[in-house]
T-cell receptor
Framework: GENVEQHPSTLSVQEGDSAVIKCTYS??????FPWYKQELGKGPQLIID?????GEKKDQRIAVTLNKTAKHFSLHITETQPEDSAVYFC????????????FGKGTKLSVKP | DGGITQSPKYLFRKEGQNVTLSCEQN?????MYWYRQDPGQGLRLIYY???????QKGDIAEGYSVSREKKESFPLTVTSAQKNPTAFYLC?????????????FGQGTRLTVV
């Protein structure tokens, strides 16, 4: 089955710097890769996603890149702000898996003012 | 307001008791899921349901049970057979489209065994 590895587990950056979180997946049939942001005591919220027919997607300060050959995808946050501090999860699923997402273990991002 | 509602937000259980966590959605989604989250861990799938009156075990179904009598509702029962039930429980729903598996999460229920 699918396995998703996420690194780093914690990340601390200065406000205004960029943050990069990386994930690798094992199932080459996976074709959907969402990223979730989870604030303390709340449920995860989808912030961006990418499908396997696209190499990069951007939404304001957030971008996701996908390398299908290497089976890894990354989240890039530019011009970080204190409100970006949260736990970020990557996930993967494949067509026909009935929507089941396999999650990475999360990255705790701290943005210092 | 459309969304997923989990209740209660906090739940305390005595050892040996069964408890039921509620999950309701008004997004008209076919699929619903229950995940368990432990500190420093990712989300692990307990049960999922793609359609009313049908559900499947996830990776950690032992000690849990579910029902799907209505499209909008997917309650999770944590039974006394679950040896370590203290955790944060998350419910999610998604459309059944094969091309999109965007999942929306509720705000979670924190269960503590006392």
């Amino acid at each position: 089955g699918e396995n998703v590895e996420q690194h780093p587990s914690t990340l601390s950056v200065q406000e205004g710097d960029s943050a990069v979180i990386k994930c690798t997946y094992s199932d080459s049939a996976s074709n959907y890769f969402p990223w979730y942001k989870q604030e303390l005591g709340k449920g995860p919220q989808l912030i961006i996603d990418i499908r396997s027919n696209v190499g990069e997607k951007k939404d304001q300060r957030i971008a996701v890149t996908l390398n299908k050959t290497a089976k890894h995808f990354s989240l890039h946050i530019t011009e970080t702000q204190p409100e970006d501090s949260a736990v970020y999860f990557c996930a993967a699923s494949r067509r026909g898996s009935q929507g089941n997402l396999i999650f990475g273990k999360g990255t705790k991002l701290s943005v210092k003012p | 307001d459309g969304g997923i509602t989990q209740s209660p937000k906090y739940l305390f259980r005595k050892e040996g008791q069964n408890v039921t966590l509620s999950c309701e959605q008004n997004l008209n989604h076919d699929a619903m899921y229950w995940y368990r989250q432990d500190p420093g861990q990712g989300l692990r799938l307990i049960y999922y349901s793609q359609i009313v009156n049908d559900f499947q075990k996830g990776d950690i179904a032992e000690g849990y049970s579910v029902s799907r009598e209505k499209k909008e509702s997917f309650p999770l029962t944590v039974t006394s057979a679950q040896k370590n039930p203290t955790a944060f429980y998350l419910c999610a729903s998604s459309t059944r489209s094969q091309g999109s598996t965007e999942a929306f999460f509720g705000q979670g229920t924190r269960l503590t065994v006392v």
